[in-house]
């Protein structure tokens, strides 16, 4: 049998995977929020990995649920295409992204007479030939604007895989791994920034890593331990807690000894290359957390956890929005001062727009235009009850 044969058939979507890519777009906005206080609390601060890891391991996750089966049910080519077209989707989201918030800080600058285009966008005044060139070729990325650009390329080496799975059952893990590896022997990347040379932000080459651990997961080419295994579970909670000393601020800044062992242990590149530390933090900590979860699994659609389901059943809407929310939000910031009041409002409020954000596109993409008409009262109440069972489609992966 045709190994890409194995892939999983269309089947109902994990709401485990919504409720964390909620929870992610809930993160990111935070971090993304200019000099938001409860930046010092997320969970990126007691730990190696931070929000990033848990987007792009999701993300690996819903193109395995969303495109493994075209591979397997239409073959390489047509899966092929259905990548391409997922590609063309998100770079012009990168490029619509991107323009949102040129127009955004220039409306701000004037209406109210400030600088913000000149401050987040000063290579745009300052060449614009050559910054409208690098925004179009992805060869500039302005600070907090690369994660999309990073998922592209890695979306482009989802057929690569699903090739060399069908040409030898390891090949697809050896070329993750030499990816990685290459990163870190070669400092293998992309350009980032044409006027420094500086190379992408997010290292494409090594975030393929954790996103094809993902990918390769629910593709079931990569076996998992059981949940609630005593001893792994263990053994993840030691290594959560031994990291906090290397990652809290708070730890960091009061103990000289802490700051100099992490300095020797983790290179400045970490995130941009993806430190080994944070995968295998990453991954004992989503083992620890989905085992603790796991005798709750069936009510997880309720309360809060319905309203982070909610966010990430429409990732991809809800990050654009958390982007350019968090712009809008940090101006409002510094225009009323940040007092903790403030900025427990403006994140509230953050929160809150994302999750209408959330609604409204899921509201469209139910096309409740696409109904039926209403009946006649006569034919409604001749009309057989329905009796075909609905099935359950895997979403799109947003």
Same mark, same amino acid.
């Given at each position: ?164 799975? #069908?040409?030898?059952?390891? @090949?697809?893990? +050896? !070329?993750?791994?030499?990816?990685? &590896?290459?990163?870190? =022997? *070669? ?114 659609? #309720?309360?809060?956890?319905? @309203?982070?389901? +909610? !966010?990430?059943?429409?990732?991809? &809407?809800?990050?654009? =929005? *958390? ?76």
């Amino acid at each position: 049998m045709d190994a890409a044969s194995t892939a999983p058939a269309k089947r109902p979507r994990d709401e485990r995977l919504d409720l964390f890519r909620g929870l992610t777009m809930l993160i990111i906005f935070v971090a993304h929020l200019p000099e938001n206080s409860w930046n010092a609390w997320i969970p990126a601060r007691f730990g190696f990995s931070s929000g990033a890891e848990l987007f792009v391991f999701c993300s690996g996750i819903a193109s395995a649920l969303a495109f493994g089966s075209v591979f397997s049910r239409r073959g390489l080519w047509l899966g092929t295409a259905r990548i391409a077209y997922r590609i063309w989707q998100v770079y012009w989201a990168q490029i619509g992204l991107v323009l949102a918030l040129i127009a955004l800080a220039a409306a701000l600058d004037r209406l109210f007479g400030l600088a913000v285009l000149a401050q987040q966008f000063q290579p745009l005044l300052a060449d614009p030939e050559n910054a409208l060139l690098g925004l179009a070729t992805l060869s500039w990325q302005p600070d907090y604007l690369d994660i999309l650009p990073m998922y592209l390329v890695i979306l482009a080496l989802v057929p690569v895989m699903m090739l060399a799975r #069908r040409l030898h059952a390891v @090949l697809p893990f +050896l !070329i993750a791994g030499t990816l990685y &590896a290459a990163v870190w =022997a *070669s400092g293998l990347n992309l350009s980032g920034n044409p006027w420094t040379g500086a190379g992408w932000f997010l290292n494409p080459f090594a975030w393929q890593f954790i996103f094809f651990i993902g990918f390769f997961i629910a593709m079931k080419w990569l076996p998992v331990p059981a949940l609630g295994d005593r001893r792994l579970m263990i053994g993840a909670a030691l290594f959560l807690v031994l990291s906090v000393p290397l990652s809290f601020w708070g730890i960091l800044e009061h103990w000289p000894l802490a700051q100099a062992a992490r300095d020797l242990v983790i290179p400045a590149s970490e995130k941009t290359d993806l430190h080994i530390l944070r995968v295998l933090h990453f991954l004992a900590l989503a083992y620890l957390a989905l085992s603790l979860i796991e005798p709750w699994r069936d009510r997880l659609d #309720r309360g809060a956890g319905h @309203l982070l389901i +909610l !966010i990430g059943r429409q990732s991809l &809407a809800c990050f654009l =929005a *958390s982007v350019v929310l968090a712009r809008l939000l940090g101006t409002i910031a510094d225009m009323a001062g940040r007092g903790e009041v403030v900025v427990a409002l403006l994140n509230l409020a953050g929160f809150a727009l994302i999750l209408a954000t959330a609604c409204v596109v899921g509201w469209f993409k139910s096309a409740p235009w696409a109904g039926g008409g209403r009946k006649p009262a006569s034919a409604a109440q001749s009309a057989p009850p329905a009796s075909a069972p609905l099935t359950t489609r895997v979403r799109e992966a947003s």
